[in-house]
């Protein structure tokens, strides 16, 4: 974004939200255990059927604060395009994922997890909010979902 250029719409940052979590394939992933300690990783991401969906192990830190906390909050970008997403998290284990969101996922990363042991499990975020700024003249609307529902 250049300092002359009109902030974006609501509908515009939408669809440039979208965009992105259709072209990204690393995603930041905050998390924090029952002790509060904060977590943050990369991981890789797919969107399908309008959720994110993320795959690691449960026996690391970010894959037990994503089963037992039931939240995460993900990020993208740099302070010049950030994108921020709360959602709610559901745990899939084994043969309890759906076999479109593996396919979506291993289409877009290359890998199936599942083939990597039984301490993978899939992870979907349902977005419950979602911001998208580009640098300060854009951080009033930069609400674009509230409580699930787009602003535009």
């Known amino acids: 974004m250049k300092i002359n250029e009109p902030p974006r719409d609501p509908r515009q940052r939408r669809l440039d939200v979208l965009e992105r979590l259709d072209r990204e394939t690393d995603v930041w992933v905050a998390t924090a255990g029952p002790d509060g300690v904060p977590c943050l990783v990369a991981l890789w991401f797919v969107r399908y059927e309008e959720c994110l969906w993320l795959s690691t192990r449960l ?55 599942r ?25 009033r609307g930069r609400h674009v979902m509230r409580d699930g529902v787009w602003a535009a």
Do not use: C, H, S
């Open 59 to 113: 026996t690391n830190p970010t894959g037990r604060n994503l089963r037992d906390g039931g939240l995460a909050r993900l990020a993208f970008g740099d302070t010049r395009d950030v994108v921020l997403i709360d959602g709610d998290v559901t745990t899939y284990e084994g043969g309890e994922v759906p076999a479109g969101a593996v396919e979506a996922f291993a289409a877009k990363t290359g890998w199936d997890p």
């Open 115 to 139: 083939r990597d042991g039984t301490a993978y499990a899939f992870f979907r975020v349902r977005p419950r909010d979602v911001q998208a700024w580009r640098e300060v003249r854009e951080l």
